[in-house]
């Protein structure tokens, strides 16, 4: 079946510091990745759409500048909190399709990053 | 209203026991559904899609009410290891919405 693979897994880094979280479809092409905060408790939360070669779509507040997305190719979109504050500390999961899946087959996730900004 | 939601739960029960879980969505043009099944720290991970036909996968069973909006699961004769938070998912355009999770623990 189709896998997604994120690291780091977790990561800890200083107030300010910037942090990158990748994520790869490994057996399959995605032209788009979703990306998803989950605060504990709560459910998640997509905070943008990432599109192979085009700007990502972020949802609404949602800070662009201040959540990076690149999806340079079918395989890779990496996410980057610049300037970490401890409220973003959460976890983040992306997502992905398989190009050739039909809608009702559902996306698979990555193992997810549990970022603690101290 | 929110898009998916879910009753939380906790949703205590024995071994053996039979659960269901419910959902409902507001966005009458959607056009897919699921079930993931997330356990503590982890990932969700896909358990089942829901079809308006319904469907069923050994010990689960899913329905779709597309005139209600309403989601459900069934889960029998649970077992300890269906201990999880289970997570209604709503999807229109390639737009994944996640119902909060209802959380279930399956005691001896």
């Known amino acids: 079946g189709a896998v997604v693979s994120q690291h780091p897994s977790r990561v800890i880094c200083k107030s300010g510091t910037s942090v990158k979280i990748e994520c790869r479809s490994l057996?399959?092409?995605?032209?788009?990745m979703f990306w998803y905060r989950q605060f504990p408790k709560q459910s998640l939360m997509l905070m943008a759409t990432?599109?192979?070669?085009?700007?990502?779509?972020?949802e609404q507040g949602v800070e662009k500048d201040k959540f990076l997305i690149n999806h340079a190719s079918l395989t890779l979109s990496t996410l980057t909190v610049t300037s970490a504050h401890p409220e973003d500390s959460s976890f983040y999961i992306c997502?992905?399709?398989?190009?050739?899946?039909?809608?009702?087959?559902?996306?698979?996730f990555g193992s997810g990053t549990r970022l603690t900004v101290v | 209203r929110k898009e998916v939601e879910q009753d939380p739960g906790p949703f205590n029960v024995p071994e053996g026991a039979t659960v269901a879980f419910n959902c409902t969505y507001s966005?009458?043009?959607?056009?897919?559904f699921f079930w993931y099944r997330q356990d503590c720290r982890k990932e969700p991970k896909l358990l089942m899609s829901?079809?308006?036909s319904g469907n069923e996968d050994g010990r689960f069973t899913a329905q779709l009410n597309r005139a209600s909006q309403y989601i459900s699961l069934l889960i029998r004769d649970s077992k300890l290891s269906d201990s999880a938070t289970y997570l209604c998912?709503?999807?229109?355009?390639?737009?994944?919405?996640f119902g909060a999770g209802t959380r279930l623990t399956v005691k001896p």
């Open positions: 998912v709503v999807n229109l355009n390639n737009d994944m919405r």
């Open positions: 829901v079809y308006s």
């Open positions: 966005n009458s043009a959607s056009q897919s």
């Open positions: 990432s599109n192979e070669g085009s700007k990502a779509t972020y």
């Open positions: 997502s992905a399709r398989e190009l050739l899946r039909d809608r009702n087959y559902g996306y698979t």
């Open positions: 057996d399959f092409q995605a032209t788009t």
